[in-house]
Nanobody
Framework: EVHLVESGGGLVQPGGSLRLSCAAS????????MTWVRQAPGKDVEFVSY???????IYADSVKGRFTASRDNAKNTLFLQLDSLKTEDTAMYYC?????RGQGTQVTVSS
């Protein structure tokens, strides 16, 4: 059974940073691509980053240059470094494998 657990969210001031983690189990993590998505209250789910099995991640224009995705295949863990955070980054962040996502971790950017 696919199991994804996100963590690392919190309340941060504009310009601040957070590092999100996603612990994965139940599937061959090192052999698959993963995705980060987010959903703000009252809005649709928004693509954030696509992390391929090999090669460089792809980012949404809204986060390019500020967010950095990475993975540790030895630990079955996905990461998302969030820097230069803006109020519009406030959302629930989810890691995703195919159509499965975890429970999410809340990121709130506010002064």
């Amino acid at each position: 059974e696919v199991h994804l657990v996100e963590s690392g969210g919190g309340l941060v001031q504009p310009g601040g940073s957070l590092r999100l983690s996603c612990a994965a189990s139940g599937f061959p993590f090192s052999s698959v691509a993963m995705t980060w998505v987010r959903q703000a209250p009252g809005k649709d789910v928004e693509f954030v980053s696509y992390i391929p099995r090999f090669g460089r991640p792809i980012y949404a224009d809204s986060v390019k240059g500020r967010f950095t995705a990475s993975r540790d295949n030895a630990k079955n863990t996905l990461f998302l470094q969030l820097d230069s955070l803006k109020t519009e980054d406030t959302a629930m962040y989810y890691c995703k494998y195919l159509e499965t996502r975890g429970q999410g971790t809340q990121v709130t950017v506010s002064s």
